[in-house]
């Protein structure tokens, strides 16, 4: 029974690129959260999807962040136009519903050169 | 706007003594609440949680106690060992876990064997 698959677990793109990162969620949990962690900093919440439907984007940046959550196949948030400040750790979590019971990937280390 | 405080970013402990991990949090609306242990280069692992109806958990070695007028809790190892060297997550949300979690900055536990 395979956790929360996340790739790429580094990702580097220089400014101005986009970013895709991947995400996996356990076999059977449809909602998916994502978090993002700055250095030093705790982990800040994104945005919370079930399948086809964002639930909740109050942290998502207004700009150039994006998720998806399709029928088929892997979560995806995108980055378009990276800047520095977009480097950081971004962990993605699932759960089987909506409580906080979840198990979190091992995270996609973004670094913009 | 720090909603949940882990004032100490460190805390060192020999092996077999207590560790105590302490979370303040400032929205009195936080009703559930989680301690979350994070490795090097791995996502945050779920330890232990407790809702506001109570005032402790205990599960094993971990033991939550929640102060709710002091909106205080704390995380008690015990005994300490090295594998417990860790950075640790205090999370907090609202509607009996329905929202999005709001973490702090985390604390590294050093245990010294």
């Known amino acids: 029974n395979a956790g929360v698959m996340q790739n790429p677990r580094h990702l580097v793109r220089r400014r101005g690129q986009e970013a895709r990162l991947r995400c996996s969620p356990m076999?059977?949990?449809?909602?998916v959260y994502w978090y993002r962690q700055l250095p030093e900093e705790g982990l800040k919440f994104m945005v919370y999807?079930?399948?086809?439907?964002?639930?909740?984007e109050s942290g998502m940046p207004k700009e150039r962040f994006s998720a998806e959550f399709p029928k088929e196949g892997p979560s995806i948030l995108r980055i378009q136009q990276v800047v520095r400040g977009d480097s950081a750790a971004y962990f993605c979590?699932?759960?089987?519903?909506?409580?906080?019971?979840?198990?979190f990937g091992s995270g996609t280390r973004l670094t913009v050169v | 706007d720090q909603q949940v405080k882990q004032n100490s970013p460190s805390l060192s402990v020999q092996e077999g003594r207590i560790s105590i991990l302490n979370c303040d949090y400032t929205?009195?609306?936080?009703?559930?609440f989680l301690w979350y242990k994070k490795y090097p280069a791995e996502g945050p692992t779920f330890l232990i949680s407790i809702s506001s109806i109570k005032d402790k958990n205990e599960d094993g070695r971990f033991t939550v106690f929640l102060n709710k007028s002091a909106k205080h809790l704390s995380l008690h190892i015990v005994p300490s060992q090295p594998g417990d060297s860790a950075v640790y997550f205090c999370a907090a949300s609202r509607n009996s876990g329905n929202t999005p979690l709001v973490f702090g900055k985390g604390t590294r536990l050093s245990v010294i064997a």
């Open positions: 979590a699932s759960s089987p519903d909506r409580r906080n019971g979840y198990t």
């Open positions: 076999k059977g949990h449809s909602h």
């Open positions: 929205n009195s609306m936080f009703d559930y």
């Open positions: 999807l079930q399948k086809e439907n964002i639930i909740d």
